[in-house]
């Protein structure tokens, strides 16, 4: 009886269905948003859980972060929520998750190992490889034969170009677990790179020796040819009387030194040696008058100004308007900043016998000359300020 008072109970309940439709039943419209609101059927997790718009999400989140429970059960839930985002390649909160969860500071070391692997996974894959490492190389700490420890530690070392630290993780790695294939294959791709990278500083050194024997014969040669030098070297002043230093910097004729041919120089050319042992030099001439200047990468030291001058000036220049620039009419000098004179150069010397004149030195690596018309109001007015002389 009390079976056909259900059966009639359950008979008028489903016969609602028939004239009255559910109130908060899906429709054809939004079915597939409301099923993405079910945590069961989340597509990804929205940034900001609303507990009125995903209620159900918001109540697992609240147990997930519940300070009452043990906290082995905080960090695990903690790693799940952290693999919930790796899973969707949202690295960065995956990181924020493990971390949560290692901040629990449970006393299940393998739960923290496993922690500490998977936050060095996601900081590989946002590329912070020395965090990663890091995070590695604490997880094996706590346990040796942690082979995805191992492998993340590797891959780290690769990419931060460490082959040899990659090996060693590898062959630590190894003797766990002698038979791991993908061990085996990232251990064999760390000792090619060390082996290249070892070959390119060799090959390297070798060429440093090489540039640095060139640069000694040359400066040989230079020296051979009574050529100077001039640096500049920066001194330091530290006042007692004050808590600030002072830098100063002074001219000074120095042995001849490598410091001349730096790839540092105002030019970016250097001096060479041909192959009939001349030496060619990059040579600057400024015109002061307009504020301009002319470059030669190769002077033969054998060669004479004029030579080059009726070269550059057999089209006169755009800035010469007063066409006075003619190879007849240039005068050619060089300053000696020692004394603050200049020295009256004739064009038809050789840059070799000019440069090998007592009051000449070598400024940078690049001599330098000052062109100026002769007979100009210019050209007074510059000697003027100056003592001259004649070679």
Not at 64 to 82: M, V, Y
Not at 151 to 159: L, S
Not at 373 to 384: A, E, G, T
Request: hydrophobic share 35%.
């Amino acid at each position: 009886m009390a079976s056909s008072d259900s059966d009639d109970g359950m008979d008028a309940f489903m016969g609602k269905f028939k004239t009255q439709r559910y109130k908060n039943a899906f429709t054809e419209k939004n079915w597939e948003k409301e099923f993405d609101k079910i945590p069961m059927f989340m597509k990804s997790a929205p940034a900001e859980i609303d507990p009125q718009e995903y209620p159900e999400l918001s109540c697992i989140q609240s147990i997930i972060h519940d300070e009452d429970r043990p906290p082995e059960e905080q960090a695990k839930s903690l790693k799940d929520e952290g693999n919930a985002y790796f899973k969707e390649k949202n690295y960065q909160k995956a990181v924020v998750s493990y971390t949560a969860g290692l901040k629990k500071k449970c006393g299940d070391q393998d739960l923290n190992a496993v922690l500490l692997t998977n936050r060095a996974a996601a900081h590989f894959h946002l590329g912070n490889m020395r965090s990663s490492l890091n995070d590695a190389a604490a997880a094996k700490k706590i346990k040796p034969d942690h082979l995805k420890a191992l492998f993340r530690g590797a891959q780290c070392c690769i990419e931060l170009q460490n082959f040899s630290e990659a090996v060693q993780w590898c062959d630590e790695g190894l003797k766990f677990h002698p038979t791991e294939k993908k061990l085996n294959e990232l251990r064999a791709a760390a000792d090619k790179h060390k082996r290249a990278a070892d070959r390119d500083a060799r090959k390297a050194k070798a060429r440093e020796k090489k540039q640095h024997g060139d640069k000694q014969a040359l400066l040989g040669l230079i020296k051979d040819r009574g050529i100077k030098l001039l640096q500049s070297v920066k001194s330091h002043r530290h006042d007692s009387d004050s808590d600030e230093e002072t830098e100063s910097s002074s001219a000074t004729i120095a042995e001849l030194s490598l410091d001349g041919f730096s790839s540092q120089e105002v030019t970016g050319a250097q001096v060479f040696m041909d192959e009939q042992g001349s030496l060619h030099w990059p040579v600057l001439f400024f015109y002061p008058e307009h504020q301009q200047s002319d470059f030669i990468s190769a002077f033969c030291e054998n060669n004479c100004f004029l030579d080059h001058l009726t070269v550059m000036f057999e089209e006169l220049p755009p800035w010469d308007t007063d066409r006075k620039y003619l190879p007849q009419n240039l005068q050619l000098y060089f300053e000696d900043e020692v004394e603050a004179a200049l020295y009256h150069v004739d064009p038809k010397m050789s840059l070799l016998k000019t440069l090998q004149h007592k009051r000449y030195f070598v400024k940078a690596g690049t001599p330098s000359f000052i062109i100026l018309v002769n007979d100009s109001s210019y050209r007074k007015q510059f000697l003027s300020q100056k003592k001259v002389h004649k070679l």
